[in-house]
């Protein structure tokens, strides 16, 4: 069972437009999402995060949005560059039993063209 | 800012052999390191949380006995793949929470993973 889901696999965007990258989760338990980068050969490096309590978190070129009623979340990335092009994994935390989990998504391949 | 070495990045191994994997935080010290497995076009998968001191706690569906983690100090821990087979081949990595420790909700810093191909 996929509890979070990215379901467009990838995003072609020009350079200076928008990207906005989408992200479903099923377990409402989940209290905090994140959104990793990931670039080919390398690991994953934390990009920007938001706490259930929160709808809006904005960092610079990139902001998230969580809609919670939705179990949605979104990374808006504003103007858009050709080094932003690489797989953005979509994560989601809970605490369960005093540990955590941290469940992923599949990642989006995004491709911003010069 | 908070660095994590894996190593080694690629491997390729006879299938029977064992294979272990190195994951270091450089700058900080680590009582938790956590080790996930991505294959291709998936989500990276928690395999087990390695814990300094103490048994890693495993994830349903891994077997404990066929990936033997070890965290003998604050800044390492060991994956090894025991006895090999070709569906182990697979993309490995290794990650740490970083600074504050004390939230949860650190993000996590990653190793730049190992390819494990077994042929």
């Known amino acids: 069972d996929q509890q979070v889901k990215q379901n467009s696999p990838s995003l072609s965007v020009q350079e200076g437009r928008i990207s906005i990258l989408n992200c479903d989760y099923t377990n409402s338990m989940f209290d905090y999402f994140l959104w990793y980068k990931k670039y080919p050969a390398e690991g994953p490096t934390f990009l920007i995060s938001?706490?259930?309590?929160?709808d809006k978190n904005e960092d610079g070129r990139f902001t998230v949005f969580l809609n919670k009623s939705a179990k949605h979340l979104s990374l808006h990335i504003v103007p858009s560059q050709p080094g932003d092009s690489a797989v953005y994994f979509c994560?989601?935390?809970?605490?369960?039993?005093?540990?955590?989990?941290?469940?992923f998504g599949k990642g989006m391949k995004l491709t911003v063209n010069p | 800012g908070a660095v994590v070495s894996q190593h080694p990045s690629w491997v390729i191994c006879k299938s029977g052999t064992s294979v272990k994997i190195e994951c270091r935080s450089l700058?900080?010290?680590?009582?938790?390191m956590f080790w996930y497995r991505q294959f291709p076009k998936q989500s990276l998968m928690l395999m087990a949380t390695s814990n300094e001191g103490s048994k890693a706690t495993y994830e349903q569906g891994v077997e404990k006995d066929k990936f033997l983690i070890n965290h003998a100090s604050l800044t390492l821990s060991t994956l090894t793949v025991t006895s090999a087979h070709p569906e182990d081949s697979s993309f490995y990595i290794c990650s740490a929470r970083g600074p504050p420790f004390s939230s949860y909700n650190s993000p996590l810093h990653f190793g730049n993973g190992t390819r494990l191909t077994v042929t």
């Open positions: 938001i706490s259930s309590i929160k």
């Open positions: 700058d900080f010290q680590a009582t938790t």
């Open positions: 994560a989601a935390s809970a605490r369960q039993g005093g540990s955590e989990k941290l469940v």
